[in-house]
């Protein structure tokens, strides 16, 4: 069987243009000069001193480092591991180099160029290190494994339900029953597939369309669906079985344990260099028809989270919220328009 179509280089550096790379780099460069500070200190008399000291050399060099690693990704990405290894630890040294001048030049640091430069080295070294070994962490069939058992608990429970609703009609409504078939079996054939590689949203609302199309047939027109699509881009790339399964939460918990319609809004738009998917529904009063659902939205919720983060890392953001009267979920990836980023 195909293993999932993934950008999982070991070979390569980390991406210094994704802010989680940032992010990550960061806290654990801090987290490293606070306990080697801790541990140079027996007593708490110069802790303090010693921590805004180190913390006022080390950030501008850090940030500074980042940036220049960020102007040379591309550059970077050409070279083999082993050379372009080296020239990151080179450029951090000259990055270091340069704040230790300028501070020295401010008087505003008595830490030894010499030090700094051992320190510099040793964390870069460490770093890509911790970098290379989750991204080995990381191969495409522990994803593959990850992203089949996320896929498999998203079978909706609706399928079961669609087809007492087609018994239902099927000598009234001839016609109409063997057109909810028809869509029965081409959802069938999208949740079944190997969806390892990030689809255009086009097709994703195809598929949510004939899943509004099956429930109504049980709920009438109690499902209100509201399409605000103007500001969209052009077919943004998007995991695959994302947006039906919030329908299905929305129609679940919002519509189905209500006697009075309900309305659904699904909204999309660019916002600079990403994509913001949201899907809002009106909330029910207090008590109705909520008994033993909270926990399924819950599941539902984090497993969207979790296959967001299998194809974009710590680019995407999702957010739940209740806004006037309406639960919200919020969407936030890359803009994409090609497969070339499928499962990282």
């Known amino acids: 069987m195909a293993s999932i179509p993934t950008n999982l280089d070991a070979s390569r550096l980390p991406d210094f243009r994704q802010g989680g790379v940032w992010w990550r780099t960061l806290w654990m460069v801090n987290l490293a000069a606070l306990l080697g500070v801790f541990a140079a200190n027996q007593t708490l008399d110069h802790l303090l001193s010693e921590c805004l000291s180190v913390a006022s050399f080390l950030e501008p060099l850090v940030l500074l480092s980042l940036v220049v690693l960020y102007l040379s990704s591309d550059w970077l990405g050409l070279l083999p591991r082993p050379l372009a290894c080296g020239v990151v630890v080179f450029l951090v040294l000259l990055a270091t180099a340069a704040v230790h001048g300028l501070f020295v030049s401010l008087q505003w640091t008595q830490i030894g160029l010499g030090y700094a430069a051992i320190w510099a080295v040793v964390a870069t070294y460490l770093l890509l290190v911790w970098f290379d070994l989750t991204l080995r962490a990381q191969t495409p069939a522990l994803v593959e494994a990850r992203l089949m058992a996320l896929t498999a608990r998203i079978r909706p429970h609706f399928l079961f339900n669609t087809l007492n609703a087609v018994l239902g009609v099927m000598r009234s409504e001839p016609k109409r029953a063997e057109t909810a078939l028809e869509e029965l079996a081409d959802l069938f054939r999208v949740l079944m597939r190997e969806n390892r590689t990030l689809v255009p949203l086009s097709e994703e609302i195809a598929v949510a369309r004939q899943y509004l199309n099956l429930e109504r047939l049980r709920l009438g027109e109690r499902i209100q669906v509201t399409w605000d699509m103007a500001s969209c881009p052009p077919d943004p790339r998007v995991p695959p079985l ?87 979920v919020t969407l936030e990836f890359p803009y994409q328009t090609n497969s070339i980023n499928d499962v990282p």
Do not use: W
């Not at 519509?255 to 949201?278: F, H, Y």
């Not at 939205?297 to 983060?309: C, D, G, K, T, V």
């Open 242 to 328: 994302m947006l039906q399964p919030l329908l299905e939460n929305a129609v679940y918990h919002g519509i189905e344990p209500s006697l009075a319609p309900g309305d659904i809004l699904i909204r999309c738009e660019r916002i600079g260099k990403n994509v913001r998917l949201e899907v809002s529904n009106a909330i029910m009063a207090a008590g109705e028809g909520m008994a033993g659902r909270t926990s399924g939205n819950q599941m539902a919720l984090a497993n969207i989270r979790e296959r967001l983060l299998l194809f974009f890392q710590m680019q995407a953001v999702m957010t739940t919220e209740v806004r006037q009267g309406r639960f919200c």
